[in-house]
């Protein structure tokens, strides 16, 4: 089974992602290919995150940074899809922006409550 991706309609991540330097994008693609391929399993998926119960966040360690994009199962399909919510780094273990769970948060109950707050997204191919 493939897994398939979604983002938040205000594209902020696709635009963070294709802003990212070269090495940075190649690293985070690979990772949610390998997310597509393994669902929850994957081992660069990780949550839920402590008190923010319905958010992962994708550990890509890059030549630039630590990426952490937040995203949720579902949440139409919990079983088959992940939404990408908001971009994150994170820099000597602090998340940032420090605000970006809190707002992932609220995202996913926007999309809960109304679907189409969402557009399909594809993973580029190497």
Not at 78 to 86: G, I, N, P, Q, S
Not at 88 to 109: Q, S, W, Y
Request: aromatic fraction near 10%; hydrophobic fraction near 35%.
């Amino acid at each position: 089974m493939v897994w398939v991706f979604w983002e938040y309609v205000t594209l902020e991540f696709s635009e963070w992602r294709d802003g990212l330097p070269k090495r940075d994008r190649a690293i985070l693609d690979e990772k949610m290919r390998m997310i597509e391929r393994n669902g929850q399993s994957a081992t660069c998926l990780k949550g839920p995150l402590g008190s923010f119960r319905h958010l992962y966040k994708i550990k890509a360690r890059g030549p630039t940074f630590e990426m952490r994009p937040l995203l949720c199962k579902g949440p139409v399909d919990m079983d088959a899809e992940f939404t990408m919510l908001k971009p994150m780094i994170e820099k000597d273990f602090e998340d940032v922006p420090a605000t970006a769970k809190g707002e992932a948060e609220r995202r996913r109950l926007e999309l809960k409550a109304d679907k189409n707050k969402r557009v399909r997204y594809k993973v580029p191919q190497p």
